[in-house]
């Protein structure tokens, strides 16, 4: 089974800065099948990026991912008050199909 | 747009079964694109993927839940469930349906898009 460490735990950041979750796996995650999801308090997770770089319908291109391998990014150019949330990585690359613990952006 | 509604009881007793069930709706859930999943939540925790069914019935699971995971379609009512069996306090939950977009052909990994809003399942006595 792949683990996905994401770090860091928490991100304290003001509107307009630059976030950058990063999203560790255990082996190498096979053709970058890796996706970056938004969860906001009581709702369902939202699908942000697939492929590692390549960005859902309607997403702002405010955000961006990368890498490949074992180490993956997720940047958010300038963050919006909408953007404080969590935000979670899943590798689809070999089953079982594996989630990171996490990533909080708060409000600082 | 294709929209996804999970149905089932709130409650589950210890060591009963717990049975829910996806209802998809704005699209059709036998389409070779896709397969459909489950993931679960625990309060203030991550996100652990169950298993995942094809439209023709094709499955495959978590090996952590396997022996007490069975997930089955309906195509007719354009529906799939869920059954885990022998719950304890440990599955209690906040339990997703979602669309698992296959990321190639043949392939049965793929990303979640969308989810249902999710459905809480409290395992007590």
């Known amino acids: 089974e792949i683990v996905l460490t994401q770090s860091p735990g928490t991100l304290s950041l003001s509107p307009g800065e630059r976030a950058t979750l990063s999203c560790r796996a255990s082996?190498?995650?096979?053709?970058?099948?890796l996706a970056w999801y938004q969860q906001k308090p009581g709702q369902a997770p939202r699908l942000l990026i697939y492929?590692?770089?390549s960005r859902a319908t309607g997403i702002p291109d405010r955000f961006s991912g990368s890498g490949s391998g074992t180490d993956f990014t997720l940047t958010i150019s300038r963050l919006e008050p909408e953007d404080f949330a969590v935000y979670y990585c899943q590798q689809y690359g070999s089953s079982p199909f594996t989630f990171g613990g996490g990533t909080k952006v708060e409000i600082k | 747009q294709l929209q996804l509604q999970e149905s089932g009881p709130g409650l589950v007793k210890p060591s009963e079964t717990l049975s829910l069930t996806c209802t998809v709706s704005?699209?059709?859930?036998?389409?070779?694109?896709?397969?459909w999943g489950w993931i679960r939540q625990p309060p203030g925790k991550g996100l652990e993927w169950i298993g995942s069914i094809y439209y023709s019935g094709s499955t495959y699971y978590n090996p952590s839940l396997k022996s007490r995971v069975t997930i089955s379609v309906d195509t007719s009512k354009n529906q799939f469930s869920l059954k885990l069996s022998s719950v304890t306090a440990a599955d209690t939950a906040v339990y997703y349906c979602?669309?698992?977009?296959?990321?190639?052909?043949?392939?049965?990994?793929?990303?979640?898009?969308?989810w249902g809003q999710g459905t809480l399942v409290t395992v007590s006595s």
């Open positions: 979602a669309r698992l977009v296959r990321a190639s052909y043949g392939g049965n990994g793929g990303w979640f898009d969308p």
């Open positions: 704005g699209g059709s859930i036998s389409s070779s694109s896709y397969y």
């Open positions: 082996q190498s995650v096979s053709s970058s099948y």
């Open positions: 492929g590692a770089s």
